[in-house]
């Protein structure tokens, strides 16, 4: 009985390594909310205007701007890209989402084996930029909730040394990987909660497919290889130089 036992308890562990080392590929869709606050986007808008156009700013914006992105994986890399959709609206919500969709276009590449990403840009010159994926030095809790039918557990970390995030994550698909450049927990992760540059950002799973067929993911290549301090230091000093030869930003009270 016990050799029955024992040569059971071998086949189910061989069976389960296997099952465990055959490639997931899956494509799961998020949207990004994000949440500006009133008074600095008002602040921008020149005193001339600001009376006719406040209520209908403030009301935009507690509506939020949304923007859907797809993640494809074959659990070591991934692939996190922007759906365009045509937008043809004027309002400052609708040049919000024109902006950062300008910007945006290139999807992110990641190697979670490798803990490093990719990203192109090109603002009139190529840029690829390259770093590593960095530690969010997560804290698991007990807090559960249920996103995108999957059951998910809360996790807390710190981004770039300072930005509290957190994170929902399933452990029901074992993939370390997530939205934009998040990663590193025992599972997937469905939502993300942060803030940045004073605009809350909360991007929430609404659909995770299961593909048959290998998803090949496309590895970046083109562009000034360049650090993500490095290129936000490039675009500093563009910003100021802009500033510069344009007399120095918007009018004031």
Wanted: negative net charge; aromatic residues 10%; charged residues 30%.
């Amino acid at each position: 009985m016990k050799k029955l036992f024992f040569a059971l308890t071998v086949l189910f562990t061989g069976i389960l390594s296997v099952a465990q080392d055959q490639p997931q590929f899956l494509e799961i869709d998020y949207q990004m909310e994000m949440k500006f606050d009133e008074e600095q986007i008002l602040s921008n808008v020149p005193a001339a205007w600001r009376a006719q156009v406040e209520e209908a700013l403030r009301q935009e914006i507690r509506n939020g701007v949304f923007i859907d992105y797809k993640l494809k994986t074959n659990g070591t890399e991934s692939e996190y890209k922007m759906q365009e959709k045509i937008n043809n609206d004027q309002s400052p919500a609708g040049l919000i989402l024109s902006q950062i969709t300008a910007t945006d276009k290139e999807p992110l590449y990641k190697d979670i084996h490798q803990k490093y990403y990719l990203k192109p840009y090109n603002i009139g010159k190529a840029y690829l930029m390259k770093d590593s994926l960095q530690d969010f030095n997560w804290k698991i809790t007990r807090e559960k909730a249920n996103i995108a039918g999957f059951d998910t557990y809360k996790a807390t970390g710190v981004m770039n040394d300072s930005i509290p995030v957190t994170a929902w994550y399933t452990p029901k698909v074992n993939i370390k990987d997530g939205p934009d450049r998040l990663w590193g927990l025992p599972g997937l992760i469905l939502k993300a909660e942060f803030e940045t540059n004073d605009v809350d950002m909360i991007i929430s799973a609404t659909n995770v497919a299961v593909k048959e067929e290998e998803i090949k993911i496309n590895k970046p290549n083109r562009g000034q290889e360049i650090s993500e301090k490095e290129f936000y230091e490039e675009m500093k000093a563009l910003q100021e130089k802009y500033k510069d030869m344009y007399g120095g930003g918007v009018d004031a009270d």
